[in-house]
DNA sequence: CAAGAGATCATCT
DNA sequence: GATGATCTCTTGA
């Protein structure tokens, strides 16, 4: 089932836990691309000070103002994309940062977007104890900047819908059920700048998920 | 293995 | 002019 509107007009820490276990779904000509979303960030609003939208309504964050439902895609470091789903109400700046993915389906269409090394060349981290084949997989969506390349996701998706029938990117509930017992909460990652909200628990994964990304 | 640097640019001061 | 909701590669122990 296509998720909609309601889905994401509700309170950001429990949309960014509901998004756990739901597929994410890259449609890209015939193809569509997808994965299970293993990890997300809730970013609540402008009082958030790690929330983009805390220094005001600007060109950058007045996506963060549209209907919940919206993508929020930016460029961060001059390199990678990040993505976010707008949340709550019209006019409230809040989003869910999606930060790793479990491919499930087109897997060698991704690879091929992530434009990796051969697996042959790859090394894995010996305490791993996994084949090159698995930490290819592995490593394949384990990060947001990562994902957003896999999935072919930039600006041009920015401010689009994820909830009109026609969407190239939208997501989907298949019937996966997270129980709360599973779902991990903890710091968001690289906001050591936003004072008394840096060590909020408002990043949230599934427990021992192996592609959750490594911090 | 950990730690550090470099890539590279949109955004805000 | 500085910095960042990141990732990868190099260095050195």
């Given amino acids: ?16 836990q509901d998004l756990l276990g739901k ?13 299970m979303i293993v990890e997300t ?7 958030d000070l790690a929330c983009h939208a805390s220094k005001g309504k600007t060109d950058r964050t007045k996506v963060m103002f549209e209907p919940a439902g919206t993508w929020y895609v930016y460029m961060i470091y001059g390199m990678y994309y990040c993505l976010n789903i707008v ?3 019209k006019n409230y700046p809040s989003a869910v940062l999606i930060r790793a993915l479990e491919p499930t389906n087109l897997i060698e269409f991704m690879v091929k977007n992530r434009n990796l090394v051969p697996s042959s060349q790859l090394s894995v981290p010996s305490r791993k104890k996994l084949s090159t084949d698995h930490w290819a997989l592995i490593t394949l969506s384990d990060g947001p900047g990562k994902l957003c390349r896999a999935l072919r996701i930039d600006k041009k ?16 509930d298949r019937g996966v059920k997270i129980s709360k017992a599973k779902i ?3 710091k968001r990652i690289g906001v050591a700048y936003a004072g008394s909200w840096k060590d909020r628990k408002l990043r949230f994964y599934i427990k021992g998920n192996q592609f959750v990304s490594q911090v």
């Fill in 23 to 35: 597929f994410l779904v890259r449609k890209i000509g015939k193809n569509k691309l997808s994965g």
């Fill in 184 to 186: 991990v909460k903890s």
């Fill in 87 to 89: 949340t709550e109400a």
């Fill in 157 to 172: 998706l920015n401010c689009t819908s994820a909830v009109s029938k026609d969407a190239k990117l939208y997501i989907e």
């Fill in 1 to 16: 089932m296509h998720l909609n509107s309601h889905f994401f007009k509700r309170n950001t820490v429990l949309v960014a």
């Fill in 41 to 47: 960030e809730a970013y609540v609003g402008p009082h």
